[in-house]
């Protein structure tokens, strides 16, 4: 299974692979997204290219984005939550299923605490990733971000499994 996660942001979006075979997990790549343009619709249009681009070429067969925190500023929540949509529609448009994640739950998944700093999230993700070119923060919370999904889904496929084998 190979999984794309996206840590949006209106100036960048931070993206990155894994893949899962046999419970292993393996980097494929990461980056960020720049947004460019003059107005709103501009860098949210940016971001949709470049994230396009990006699951054109690691076609990933499912995505985790994280979900928006609110903060004091509202008007930056609400832009925030712009990209997160670009984020989100990218993946359905492709037909991938997106999973969603709070920002604690990626934290405890990859480090073991929900309150972890950015500094431990970044250690753990290269950790679990030895030999991965981090391309920055960014991408180190959406590899983060990839990392709690292949978990969850692992998890659930193991449910599945169980109760298959009761129910027989």
Not at 29 to 44: F, T
Not at 47 to 59: G, I, K, M, P
Not at 148 to 153: L, P, T, V, Y
Request: charged content about 15%; proline content about 4%.
């Amino acid at each position: 299974m190979r999984v794309i996660g996206i840590d949006p942001g209106l100036r960048i979006t931070g993206w990155g692979v894994i893949e899962t075979v046999s419970g292993r997990i393996a980097h494929v790549a990461n980056g960020v997204c720049l947004s460019e343009g003059a107005d709103l619709a501009a860098r949210l249009l940016s971001l949709h290219s470049q994230l396009t681009e990006v699951l054109a070429r690691h076609a990933p067969d499912t995505a985790a984005v994280e979900q928006t925190f609110v903060n004091r500023d509202a008007a930056g929540t609400l832009k925030l939550g712009q990209a997160r949509g670009i984020a989100m529609l990218v993946p359905a448009a492709a037909g991938l299923p997106v999973g969603e994640y709070a920002p604690n739950a990626v934290k405890k998944a990859v480090v073991g605490v929900g309150h972890a700093d950015k500094r431990q999230v970044d250690h753990m993700v290269r950790l679990m990733l030895p030999g991965a070119e981090i391309a920055g923060p960014d991408a180190a919370d959406a590899l983060a971000i990839a990392l709690c999904h292949a978990h969850h889904q692992q998890s659930a496929g193991r449910l599945a499994a169980a109760l298959a084998r009761a129910g027989a």
